[in-house]
């Protein structure tokens, strides 16, 4: 596991968290794709400049990047060598991006833009209702379609916190 790409089912599911606790367990650098997509204000990057930022990074040695941005998948997964997966339950990923948001009020989160401070919307709590079901779907087609790219990817599908904890346990045991 030298180049790893981290997706999740939805907003809250622990992305940015496992990440950064992955990156420090193995001494790989931890790129979060908020924080290269969102400009200061929330001002979404330009398409291109989002790609090429990707491009740039996938072609180090070493890197983990988390983020799901479906449309620039391909630049990450094209290069990485292990794909994880969290699925947690729905109601579990909407409680934590609520209690991110009252956590991080007013600041801004080190996994996203500069100058893009912690809000919360009912538009963004719609979207992550609207759209987990067919999420999940099109991340496991996307998760199957990685396994079968080149046999030696690996896939790690975590679908519960107690699955989370025990890939940490077994990684500190190794």
Known sequence: MKKIVIMGVSAGVGKSTFAVKLGKELSLPVYH???YYWKPGWVEAEPEE???????IVKTDKWIVEGNYTATADIRLSEADTMIYLELPLLVC???VLKRWLTNLGRTRPDVGEDCPEKMDAAFLKFIFTTYSARKVK???RMRSFQNARPENTVIFLASQKQIDSFFNKKQEN
């Open 33 to 35: 794709l908020d924080a």
């Open 50 to 56: 989002f790609r090429s930022v990707q491009e740039g």
């Open 94 to 96: 909407v409680y934590r």
């Open 139 to 141: 991340m496991r087609e």
